[in-house]
């Protein structure tokens, strides 16, 4: 379980005197193996929480707990930009992220869901967008991390490979379960992923209302469920569009 709970964080303004508060009074909490997406408008704050979460910040007012863990939680981060070392191939770029090399049979059985198998000894500049997502999905399952964190990873891919990176997400999620906290600012995307919505505010970022997605994961491939959700709950929560 993750228990989120930020009083406050401050920028400096850029260009002008003052302060940007980004985030204020925002508190959460994700239940161990959940799979939450947040949703809010770009620069929201919702990558800086990312950051807040993942130890990379640590300039703010406030408390994360991951669990009952008394030392710094093992984190996976998968970037907006995949973020591969293009001198390595696609295993070797797996194989840093972790700290026993002896582990190949579960790096072969991530290859073989992520379907990339044949690609485990090409190198980046050879891979399509989506591959090179794929494998920095693998690289943040590889660590056994305690939390893993998904800053927009879909962004820029085409709805077709979207879908299909999406779906192997989820199958290799539903393999080896995660806490999961995933930014999106697709409402659609969230509902394919998620097992509870987390809408939040512009800044300073705050959680203006949680949903519970009620459509079973099995049929989380329909479309049309997908849209009619999404239409249903804009109409009971107009506030959300």
């Known amino acids: 379980m993750i228990a989120i709970n930020i009083k406050s964080k401050i920028y400096p303004a850029k260009g002008r005197a003052g302060q940007h508060l980004a985030i204020a009074d925002f508190k959460l909490a994700i239940n161990a193996n959940e799979f939450v997406c947040l949703v809010g408008s770009s620069g929201c704050g919702k990558t800086t929480l990312l950051n807040i979460i993942a130890d990379l910040d640590r300039d703010y007012d406030g408390e994360i707990?991951?669990?009952?863990?008394?030392?710094?939680?093992?984190?996976?981060?998968?970037?907006?930009?995949?973020?591969?070392?293009?001198?390595?191939?696609?295993?070797?770029?797996?194989?840093?992220?972790?700290?026993?090399?002896?582990?190949?049979?579960?790096?072969?059985?991530?290859?073989?869901?992520?379907?990339?198998?044949?690609?485990?000894?090409?190198?980046?500049?050879?891979?399509?967008?989506?591959?090179?997502?794929?494998?920095?999905?693998?690289?943040?399952?590889?660590?056994?991390?305690?939390?893993?964190?998904?800053?927009?990873?879909?962004?820029?891919?085409?709805?077709?490979?979207?879908?299909?990176?999406?779906?192997?997400?989820?199958?290799?999620?539903?393999?080896?379960?995660?806490?999961?906290?995933?930014?999106?600012?697709?409402?659609?995307?969230?509902?394919?992923?998620?097992d509870r919505i987390v809408f939040v505010s512009s800044a300073p970022m705050q959680v203006v209302r949680e949903i519970k997605v009620s459509i079973a994961r099995h049929e989380r491939d329909n479309e049309q469920l997908i849209e009619a959700f999404r239409q249903q709950l804009l109409h009971d929560q107009p506030e959300l569009k």
Do not use: C
């Open 65 to 194: 707990k991951v669990g009952q863990l008394q030392t710094q939680p093992k984190i996976g981060y998968v970037f907006q930009n995949p973020r591969l070392l293009p001198w390595r191939t696609v295993r070797e770029n797996i194989e840093l992220a972790i700290e026993d090399y002896a582990s190949s049979e579960n790096i072969d059985a991530l290859l073989d869901v992520m379907q990339l198998t044949q690609f485990q000894h090409v190198y980046p500049e050879r891979l399509s967008v989506g591959m090179s997502r794929r494998v920095a999905i693998i690289r943040a399952f590889a660590i056994n991390s305690d939390v893993l964190l998904m800053d927009e990873p879909f962004v820029s891919l085409d709805e077709s490979t979207a879908r299909q990176v999406r779906s192997l997400l989820i199958s290799l999620w539903q393999q080896r379960p995660h806490t999961v906290l995933f930014v999106t600012h697709d409402l659609r995307e969230a509902i394919t992923l998620a």
